[in-house]
């Protein structure tokens, strides 16, 4: 490298001046029908529910017109989730495509959306407890699609020893146990999450990723409508409420609730799954 490289040029202030453009303005997305979600969840019924357990995952299934719902029951816990097309487990969540549409932290009226090819909507967010917390001083948020999820690897390149219950070993084991794959198997289809209740951000100064203490308590939650049949995972993350580390047996961990809800007959007239992506493949050839 040439020394004039290390050195800024005559304008560098007015190149830093330049207004930032939106790479993916998301103004022509169909919006979803937030009204017609919030008359059929009035007269939806429970009809399925399951418990993560603290440093373990639980899966779950949600048909296509159905709600599903994530809460803190007992105390601070942040959980990291998995989605996957039910009858085709290549099609999962893609959570940078995601922020890219939506933003680094999602909330009501987000979409999480699927990977290539098929690029369409899996669940639509409906009601968020935490909507109040916005952006804190730090720059920090709820909800995030930055984050890879704590695994044994990057703990181990760190650390240097092993740790069997970071989100993507608990995520591996729970899908294994879903589907009756080898948990090697099932680790290739784990994917990055959307970190529900976790509180994180970047630092102004170096630009590193960072967690705080989340805000969320007992009775928060975090709605989802189902837009094509769902496969989930939901793990309780080792951290905690990722107050302190996220990858430990130190941390003060806490189930995490889910419940599937369905809405009465006729309560979704109109309404139809998400189709798939309608670009033809070809890639020019």
Same mark, same amino acid.
């Given at each position: 490298?040439?020394?004039?490289?290390?050195?800024?040029?005559?304008?560098?202030?007015?190149?830093?001046?330049?207004?930032?453009?939106?790479?993916?303005?998301?103004?022509?997305?169909?919006?979803? /029908?937030?009204?017609?979600?919030t008359?059929?969840?009035?007269?939806?019924?429970?009809?399925?529910?399951?418990?993560?357990?603290?440093?373990?995952? +639980?899966?779950?299934?949600?048909?296509?017109?159905?709600?599903?719902?994530?809460?803190?029951?007992?105390?601070?816990? *942040?959980?990291?989730?998995?989605?996957?097309?039910?009858?085709?487990?290549?099609?999962?969540?893609?959570?940078?495509?995601?922020?890219a549409?939506?933003?680094?932290?999602?909330?009501?009226?987000?979409?999480?959306?699927?990977?290539?090819?098929?690029?369409?909507?899996?669940?639509?967010?409906?009601?968020?407890?935490? +909507?109040?917390?916005?952006?804190?001083?730090?720059?920090?948020?709820?909800?995030? *699609?930055?984050?890879?999820?704590? /695994?044994?690897?990057?703990?181990?390149?760190?650390?240097?020893?092993?740790?069997?219950?970071?989100?993507h070993?608990?995520?591996?084991?729970?899908?294994? +146990?879903?589907?009756?794959?080898?948990?090697?198997?099932?680790?290739?289809?784990?994917?990055?999450?959307?970190?529900v209740?976790?509180?994180?951000?970047?630092?102004?100064?170096?630009?590193?990723?960072?967690?705080?203490?989340s805000?969320v308590?007992?009775? /928060?939650?975090?709605?989802?409508?189902?837009?094509i049949?769902?496969?989930?995972?939901?793990?309780?993350?080792?951290?905690?409420?990722?107050? +302190?580390?996220?990858?430990?047996?130190?941390?003060?961990?806490?189930?995490?609730?889910?419940? *599937?809800?369905?809405?009465?007959?006729?309560?979704?007239?109109?309404?139809?799954?998400?189709?798939?992506?309608?670009?033809?493949?070809?890639?020019?050839?």
């Amino acid at each position: 490298m040439t020394d004039r490289q290390s050195h800024p040029p005559a304008d560098a202030e007015a190149r830093r001046a330049i207004a930032p453009v939106v790479a993916y303005p998301d103004t022509s997305l169909p919006p979803p /029908d937030l009204a017609l979600y919030t008359r059929a969840r009035e007269g939806a019924t429970l009809v399925a529910e399951t418990v993560a357990a603290p440093r373990e995952a +639980a899966t779950f299934r949600v048909p296509a017109g159905h709600f599903f719902r994530i809460t803190s029951i007992q105390g601070p816990q *942040v959980g990291d989730l998995n989605l996957w097309a039910a009858n085709d487990l290549s099609e999962r969540f893609f959570s940078g495509k995601t922020r890219a549409l939506h933003g680094t932290h999602v909330t009501t009226g987000d979409r999480l959306w699927s990977c290539f090819p098929y690029l369409r909507p899996m669940a639509t967010i409906t009601e968020d407890t935490l +909507a109040w917390y916005g952006t804190d001083p730090h720059g920090g948020r709820v909800h995030d *699609v930055i984050g890879t999820r704590c /695994d044994p690897y990057t703990h181990h390149l760190l650390a240097g020893d092993d740790y069997h219950h970071c989100c993507h070993s608990n995520l591996s084991r729970a899908l294994a +146990a879903e589907t009756g794959m080898p948990v090697t198997k099932a680790e290739l289809l784990v994917h990055d999450v959307l970190n529900v209740f976790m509180c994180t951000g970047f630092t102004a100064d170096t630009g590193q990723y960072f967690m705080k203490a989340s805000p969320v308590r007992p009775g /928060d939650y975090l709605e989802f409508f189902a837009e094509i049949d769902l496969l989930g995972a939901l793990s309780a993350c080792p951290g905690g409420d990722c107050s +302190a580390e996220h990858s430990s047996d130190t941390a003060a961990c806490y189930p995490l609730l889910i419940q *599937v809800f369905e809405p009465a007959g006729g309560a979704l007239q109109g309404w139809t799954p998400a189709t798939m992506n309608g670009y033809d493949r070809s890639h020019g050839l």
